[in-house]
Nanobody, 114 residues
Framework: VQLVESGGGLVQPGGSLRLSCAGSGFTFSSYPMSWYRQAPGKERELVASISSIGGIRNYADSVKGRFTISRDNAKNTVYLQMNSLKPEDTAVYYC????????WGQGTQVTVSS
């Protein structure tokens, strides 16, 4: 199982970024996927999750209305569209899949700063 995130970077408050997570080594379309984030000095927290075929999506209260999770099972990729970014969204963002165990990507840094 391998998960590879991309799309992070430095953005000004109010800006947007789209993160991608490409999965391999498992049947991507069979599993729910999640995005987590971890800010310096804080615990890793769930940001958003999506069911295997995308019909059910859940979000942390802190990102509702600003972030959108989606997936393309033909491309084995899950996305996180982040709009109206705030400095408090600064963190390393990880995607995760649970297949008996939790598998994590290496993370991608998102920094929101002027």
């Amino acid at each position: 199982v391998q998960l590879v995130e991309s799309g992070g970077g430095l953005v000004q408050p109010g800006g947007s970024l789209r993160l991608s997570c490409a999965g391999s080594g498992f049947t991507f379309s069979s599993y729910p996927m999640s995005w987590y984030r971890q800010a310096p000095g804080k615990e890793r927290e769930l940001v958003a999750s999506i069911s295997s075929i995308g019909g059910i999506r859940n979000y942390a209260d802190s990102v509702k209305g600003r972030f959108t999770i989606s997936r393309d099972n033909a491309k084995n990729t899950v996305y996180l569209q982040m709009n109206s970014l705030k400095p408090e969204d600064t963190a390393v963002y990880y995607c995760k899949v649970l297949i008996r165990y939790n598998y994590w990507g290496q993370g991608t840094q998102v920094t929101v700063s002027s």
